[in-house]
């Protein structure tokens, strides 16, 4: 990154990456961070899962705010009610020879 530097841009570093730096060291170092890390792991999956989905879906705060809680939880209804019913075709329908 150095060689390609000029007087016109700056080198930026992702802040994430001083963060992620620091939750090494404060879980490393303190007891209590170590024995509940598995919940903040949990919690880090969860947070990844929604950002990569409204990602992907295009969706964004200003969006969400703007259609309203209605139809997210209509949508939020609706996913769950394809997904539990495909669990339920994939775990107790026959399969065919």
Excluded: C, E
Excluded at 35 to 56: C, D, E, P, R
């Amino acid at each position: 990154a150095f060689l390609f530097k000029n007087k016109t841009s700056r080198v930026k570093i992702p802040w994430f990456i001083g963060l992620f730096v620091m939750a090494l060291v404060v879980n490393t170092y303190i007891p209590f961070v170590q024995q509940n890390s598995h919940y903040l792991v949990a919690l880090a999956k969860a947070g990844l899962t929604l950002t990569l989905f409204l990602i992907g879906s295009g969706l964004s705060k200003k969006v969400l705010l703007s259609v309203g809680v209605r139809p997210l939880f209509l949508g939020i209804l609706l996913w769950l009610a394809v997904s539990l019913t495909s669990l339920w075709a994939i775990t107790s329908l026959p399969v065919g020879n």
